[in-house]
C-alpha cells in the first residue's frame, strides 16, 4: 500500500514538472540595475544609468558607469512605483533593440536587508 | 467568573479569526514589494539555472522548490536511516517519548 | 584578517550571509527538535533573522525548512503511523486556508514595512508562552517528586473540553472511524485553520499547537493525534512552501544547507533521549527558548552582532550538551554489549 502510494506520487510529481516544463522552457532574462533617470508613465518606459557590480561600502549598488538605457516596462510587474533618483533593478528581455522589462524592483526604497 | 473568563476569551478567539481576513480585505494602501534576484552576481550555473528562473517564471520556481525540498527530504532520510542502522546501537527499544 | 569567504551570496533575499551561523542552525535545531521531540522550528524564523535575511524571507525558508524534514522523518518511520485520513483531509481544508491567512498578513505587513517588529514581538510573546510552560512543567515535577507522586499515564482526563465541543451541532456531522468520534465537521477545520494562520505567520510547523488542540479540543486518541499531526505538518509545510515560494520570499540555498544539517542532527537528539535521564535537561531547553526570546528584543532594538552571539552562543551550548549525552551513553551500550559478548563467548 505504501509503495503503491509512493509511486503514484513520485509519478504525479514527474508530470506535473513534465507539464510545467513543456508549458514553459525558462527564457533566460538579464539583469541590470541604475539609477532611475525617468519614468514616463503615458509612454510606459523608465530610463537608467546603469550601474556595474563593482560592490563596496561606499558604493553599496555599484559604480554608475554613465551609460544611459530605456526599458518598456508596459507589461511588466513593477514593484514601489519608481521616483527619478531611486536605485532599480530590472530583469528583462532583448526584443531586437528594445528591453523589455519583466520585473521592476525599487532596491534602494524597499532594502530588505532593514527588515 | 466564568462566564466573564468564557466571553473575554471567545471574544480574543473571534478577533484573532477576523484579523486575517481585514489584512486580506484592506488590500494595500502600499505597493507590492517586487524582487529581482541579481544573477550578475552568482557564478554557479545551478544557482544561475533558479536566479533566472525566479526572475522569468515564479510558477515553475515554486514547483520546482517544492519537489526538490520533498525528494532531498526523502534522500536524507533514506540515508540517515542506512547509516543509524549500522552504528550497532538498538534504536529500536527505546520508549517513544511524547510531548 | 579577510573573512569575506565566511559570508555567502544569496541571490534571491540579496544579502551577504555568515554561513557557519546558517550551518550551525540547521544542525542544532535538528539536534534540540529531535531531542524534544517538538519541531525546534522557532528558532529558525529569529535565527535567520538575526542572520540577516529580511523577515518574510526568514519565514519562507523556514517553513519550506520544516516540510523537507516532516518528509524526513516520514521516510525513516516509512510512515505515518496511525492516521486518521479522514480527519487528516478535513483537517487540510482549515490548515492551508490558514496558512495562505497567515502568509497573506506577513505580505499585508511587508507593504506596511513593518513586518519585521510586527513578526519580532509576537515571536517574544510565543517564547515567553513557551518557555512559562517549561518551567511550570519542570515545577510541577519536581513537586510531585518531593511529595512522592509516581507519574502514571500522561492522560486526558481532567481536561475533557472535547465533550463539550462534540455536542455542537451544527451540520454536516462527521463520523472519524479511526479516531472513534463523531462531531460537526467545522470543529476540526476551525482549530486546523487557528493552527495553520499561525504556522503561516510564523512559519512554524504547528504540531507545537496541533497536537494539544487533537487530544484536548477534538478529543483525538493520543496514538491518533500524533500520526495525524505529521500528516498535518507534512503537507502544510509543502502547501506553505509552494505559497511563500509563488510570492517569492524563499532562499532555497538556506533551505537545503538548513535541512541538511537538521537531518544530522535529529538523529543525534533522537538517540540522546535515550540515554537522558531527570528533568535538568528540561530547564536547560527553558534556557534556550529564554535566550532566544533575548536575541529578538536584541535584534529589534538594532544590537545586530549581540543578537547573533546570543543565539548561536546559546543553541552551541545547548548542542553540545546534548550531544555529550548522547555521545556518552552510545559509547556505554556498545561497551556493555561487547562485554556481554565476551561473556557469552567464556561461558
Redesign the interface.
Known amino acids: 500500500m505504501?509503495i503503491i502510494s509512493g509511486k503514484i506520487s513520485v509519478i504525479g510529481?514527474a508530470l506535473?514538472?513534465a507539464v510545467?516544463?513543456s508549458f514553459?522552457v525558462?527564457?533566460?532574462?538579464e539583469?541590470?540595475?541604475g539609477k532611475c533617470v525617468n519614468y514616463d508613465k503615458e509612454k510606459k518606459v523608465i530610463t537608467i544609468e546603469e550601474y556595474n557590480?563593482n560592490f563596496s561600502k561606499s558604493a553599496p549598488y555599484g559604480e554608475p558607469t554613465g551609460v544611459v538605457a530605456a526599458y518598456n516596462v508596459a507589461t511588466a510587474?513593477?514593484?514601489?512605483?519608481p521616483e527619478p533618483g531611486d536605485i532599480l533593478?530590472?530583469?528583462y528581455d532583448v526584443n531586437g533593440t528594445e528591453r523589455v522589462a519583466?520585473?521592476?524592483?525599487?532596491v534602494s526604497k524597499?532594502d530588505?536587508?532593514?527588515? | 467568573m466564568k462566564s466573564l473568563v468564557w466571553r473575554i476569551s471567545s471574544f480574543l478567539l473571534m478577533a484573532y479569526l477576523l484579523i486575517p481576513t481585514g489584512a486580506w480585505a484592506a488590500g494595500g494602501p502600499a505597493s507590492m514589494l517586487v524582487v529581482v534576484a541579481d544573477t550578475r552576481r552568482v557564478s554557479l550555473a545551478v544557482e544561475k539555472y533558479f536566479s533566472n528562473l525566479y526572475n522569468t517564471n515564479i510558477l515553475l520556481f515554486a514547483v520546482w522548490a517544492v519537489v526538490l525540498t520533498a525528494a532531498w527530504g526523502c534522500i536524507l532520510g533514506v540515508v540517515m536511516d542506512f547509516i543509524m542502522a549500522r552504528t550497532g546501537l538498538d534504536l529500536k527499544s527505546r520508549k517513544i517519548v511524547e510531548h | 584578517m579577510d573573512a569575506s569567504w565566511m559570508y555567502m551570496y544569496m541571490p534571491i533575499a540579496g544579502v551577504e550571509i555568515f554561513w557557519p551561523g546558517l550551518v550551525l542552525i540547521g544542525y542544532s535545531v535538528g539536534v534540540i527538535g529531535g531531542f524534544f521531540g517538538m519541531g525546534g522550528a522557532w528558532m529558525v524564523t529569529p535565527g535567520l533573522n538575526i542572520l540577516g535575511f529580511p523577515m518574510a524571507f526568514a519565514i519562507g525558508t523556514d517553513i519550506a525548512h520544516i516540510a523537507g524534514k516532516s518528509m524526513v522523518s516520514t521516510m525513516r518511520h516509512s510512515k505515518f503511523g496511525n492516521v486518521d485520513y479522514k480527519l487528516g483531509v478535513v483537517m487540510l481544508v482549515g490548515t492551508m486556508v490558514g496558512i495562505e491567512c497567515g502568509a497573506q498578513i506577513i505580505m499585508y505587513l511587508e507593504r506596511l514595512g513593518t513586518v519585521g517588529s510586527v513578526v519580532r514581538w509576537v515571536y517574544v510573546v510565543f517564547l515567553a508562552l513557551i518557555a512559562a510552560m517549561v518551567f511550570y512543567d519542570y515545577h510541577k515535577a519536581t513537586q510531585k517528586k518531593k511529595k512522592g507522586i509516581v507519574d502514571g499515564d500522561k492522560g486526558t482526563e481532567g481536561v475533557t473540553w472535547y465533550k463539550t465541543f462534540h455536542k455542537i451541532n451544527i451540520p454536516p456531522m462527521i463520523h472519524f472511524k479511526a479516531a472513534g468520534f463523531t462531531c460537526s465537521v467545522w470543529l476540526p477545520i476551525m482549530v486546523s485553520y487557528v493552527t495553520g494562520v499561525l504556522a503561516g505567520f510564523l512559519g512554524i510547523g504547528g504540531g507545537l499547537l496541533r497536537m494539544p488542540a487533537l487530544v484536548y479540543l477534538i478529543g483525538c486518541p493520543t496514538h491518533i493525534a500524533v500520526g495525524t499531526d505529521l500528516f498535518e505538518v507534512m503537507i502544510s509545510g509543502l502547501y506553505g512552501a509552494f505559497t511563500y515560494t509563488l510570492k517569492g520570499r524563499i532562499e532555497l540555498i538556506a533551505v537545503f544547507v538548513m535541512l541538511t544539517g537538521a537531518a544530522i542532527g535529529a538523529q543525534i537528539g533522537t538517540v540522546a533521549t535515550k540515554y537522558a535521564k531527570g528533568y535538568g535537561i528540561r530547564v536547560a531547553f527553558g534556557c534556550a527558548v529564554l535566550a532566544c526570546m533575548v536575541s529578538i528584543i536584541l535584534k529589534q532594538f538594532k544590537y545586530g552582532t549581540s543578537a547573533a552571539v546570543v543565539i548561536l552562543g546559546a543553541i552551541t551550548i545547548i548542542c553540545i550538551y546534548i550531544m555529550a549525552i548522547m555521545f556518552k551513553g552510545a559509547a556505554n551500550e556498545l561497551r556493555e554489549k561487547k562485554l556481554a559478548e565476551q561473556a557469552s563467548l567464556t561461558i
Not at chain 1, 77 to 81: E, K, L, W
Request: charged share 20%; glycine share 4%; with cysteine.
Open positions: 505504501k510529481a506535473i514538472l510545467f516544463c514553459s525558462a527564457m533566460a532574462a539583469v541590470s540595475q557590480t510587474m513593477i514593484g514601489i512605483p533593478r530590472f530583469a519583466i520585473r521592476v524592483m525599487n524597499q530588505l536587508r532593514k527588515k
